[in-house]
């Protein structure tokens, strides 16, 4: 069993920055592909950044390329996601979330492809 809890969420203004936290506990952090997800009110959970515990290159949904940047601190077991240039539309609740595989698939933003969840952080951006 994977415990993940997210943390970093906030308000800020149109141009801000936040940075998420996501802290893995309960088993060896390695052999997972480590996602960010995110849902606004009324639509669907949506894949943002993908990265494998062990290294490899990253997924990032179009429309956060560039703006946001996932990392992680595999000696802390702690997931990032460092958000530049927030916009409104960014806002929504954002979650981390673990699958064990050999790597993170092109498809990485599949809400099934996952097995394990943290709780939710909250991202407010202001226009």
């Known amino acids: 069993q994977v415990q993940l809890v997210e943390s970093g969420g906030g308000s800020v203004q149109t141009g801000g920055s936040l940075r998420l936290s996501c802290a893995a506990s309960?088993?060896?952090?390695?052999?997972?592909?480590m996602g960010w997800f995110r849902q606004a009110p009324g639509k669907e959970r949506e894949g943002v950044a993908a990265s494998y515990t062990s290294g490899g290159w990253p997924y990032y949904v179009d429309s956060v390329k560039g703006r946001f940047t996932i990392s992680q601190d595999n000696a802390k077991n702690t997931l990032y996601l460092q958000m530049n240039s927030l916009k409104p539309e960014d806002t929504a609740m954002y979650y981390c979330a673990a699958a064990a595989l050999f790597f993170c698939p092109a498809d990485f933003s599949r809400p099934t492809l996952y097995d394990y969840w943290g709780q939710g952080t909250q991202v407010t951006v202001s226009s």
């Open positions: 309960g088993a060896t952090y390695r052999g997972y592909c």
